[in-house]
């Protein structure tokens, strides 16, 4: 999907910035009928202090090794401060050695106060970075636990990271993000515990359609990479064969089309109190007819 125009990080970094902060108005005028082709989206979500950046640090290598003509992006969300709105963007920090990879993009945002582990224009987000040519799309949520089912919509293939000593908090994971994901990755599977919580989640995971979920084991210098990497290769192409719709640009669209209209509620709500049933069909009904999918 690649294009030969060299990836130019500023004006992708100054887009970004207006679409995270763009009414619905906009990004409809400037993204809503985008035919850039869907890029391959991969979601990292785990509890905080797994290892989720430094596990896409070396997952980001491995896919990039040998494949000069591919350009893959990396959103990483932070949480936001409940006072100030603001965050830390300490995934930024923590990647910056990969940063200057030739066709890599990546950047922090802030979650914005949502409550699923990624922020609420996150779909306007992944659509920009594909009218840029993006061929991957690897997206860190924020880690808070069982909510983040949500990444589950908007992501090709979700990865599942579990550190060996998550102890309870797996037991919460079963019924909420386990169950959505597509890979499940034990990170520093150099520390005691790490081969047992990988045995213990091979036997609780059940199969999903006519797939096993396969449970790996990595650790922070790299080991481990290269397999989860074949993994997610071999997700994609079972996807391709399977379930070919998931990966095309209309099913997409239609996503993107009811998060809009999610927002344009929320914003008509808060900016009327007094709004009226007959404002709310009108805006709603505007919105289907300018995203409306053929």
């Keep these: 999907m690649s294009t030969d125009t060299p990836l130019n990080r500023r004006q992708i970094s100054r887009e970004l910035t207006r679409i995270a902060n763009a009414s619905v108005r906009d990004v409809l005028d400037t993204i809503g009928h985008s035919e850039a082709p869907a890029a391959f989206r991969i979601g990292i979500t785990g509890p905080p202090g797994g290892g989720k950046s430094t596990l896409i640090n070396a997952l980001v290598k491995d896919r990039l090794k040998n494949r000069s003509d591919t350009r893959l992006a990396v959103l990483a969300i932070d949480p936001s401060s409940p006072v100030s709105g ?14 200057d990879l030739p066709g890599l993009y990546l950047r922090s945002l802030s979650s914005r106060g949502a409550r699923n582990g990624l922020c609420d224009n996150i779909v306007d987000l992944l659509t920009l970075l594909e ?77 999903r359609g006519d797939r096993d979920v396969p449970v790996l084991q990595t650790e922070a210098e790299g080991a481990g990479v290269a397999a989860l990497n074949q993994a997610i290769n071999d997700h994609r192409a079972w996807l391709a064969a399977n379930h070919p719709h998931a990966l095309t640009r209309e099913n997409r669209r239609r996503y993107h089309l009811q998060a809009l209209i999610e927002r344009q509620v929320q914003d008509a709500l808060k900016a009327k109190g007094d709004i009226t049933r007959g404002t709310l069909t009108a805006s709603y009904d505007r919105l289907l007819a300018a995203l409306r999918v053929k």
């Design 131 to 207: 009218t840029h040519g993006f061929d991957e799309v690897v997206l860190e949520t924020v880690g808070v636990g069982q909510s983040e089912v949500a990444v589950h919509e908007v992501v090709d293939t979700l990865v599942v990271i579990v550190p060996p000593d998550a102890g309870d908090s797996v037991q919460t994971m079963k019924s909420g993000i386990l169950e959505m994901a597509d890979i499940v990755v034990v990170t520093k599977a150099d520390q005691p515990g790490a081969r047992r919580m990988a045995s213990d989640l091979a036997a609780v995971l059940r199969k």
């Design 86 to 99: 603001g965050a830390i963007l300490g995934d930024r920090i923590r990647m910056d050695a990969i940063a």
